[in-house]
Nanobody, 128 residues
Framework: QVQLVESGGGLVQAGDSLRLSCAAS????????VGWFRQAPGKEREFVAV????????YLQDSVKGRFTISRDNAKNTVYLQMNSLKPEDTAVYYC?????????????????????WGKGALVTVSS
């Protein structure tokens, strides 16, 4: 059974940092594309960042470039989202997601429907 489990969410103040983790069980990321999405109250789920596991190539949403970093730990089969200089508008439930795709598929702003596996989410609240 495939499971993605997020951790590291919490309540922080504007300007603070948080690191989210996503640990996988039941699958090895290997040839997967692994990403982070978020959903703010009353809004649709949106793309944040994605990584091609094999090459560590990444793509991030413009609004988080320079503040967020996606990275991985091969040995732990875990992907991270380092979030710096957090803003109140970053408040959302953050979801880890994965899909197995051929390497020919370029990285970009994936849609939620592109992903096959999902975690249950981690709440990040940024106060002003």
């Amino acid at each position: 059974q495939v499971q993605l489990v997020e951790s590291g969410g919490g309540l922080v103040q504007a300007g603070d940092s948080l690191r989210l983790s996503c640990a996988a069980s039941g699958l090895t990321f290997g040839s997967a594309v692994v990403g982070w999405f978020r959903q703010a109250p009353g809004k649709e789920r949106e793309f944040v960042a994605v990584m091609r596991w094999r090459t560590a190539g990444t793509y991030l949403q413009d609004s988080v470039k320079g503040r967020f970093t996606i990275s991985r730990d091969n040995a732990k089969n875990t992907v991270y989202l380092q979030m710096n200089s957090l803003k109140p508008e970053d408040t959302a439930v953050y979801y880890c997601a994965a899909v197995f795709l051929p390497s020919s598929r370029p990285l970009g702003a994936f849609a939620p429907g592109d992903m096959a596996y999902w975690g249950k989410g981690a709440l990040v609240t940024v106060s002003s």
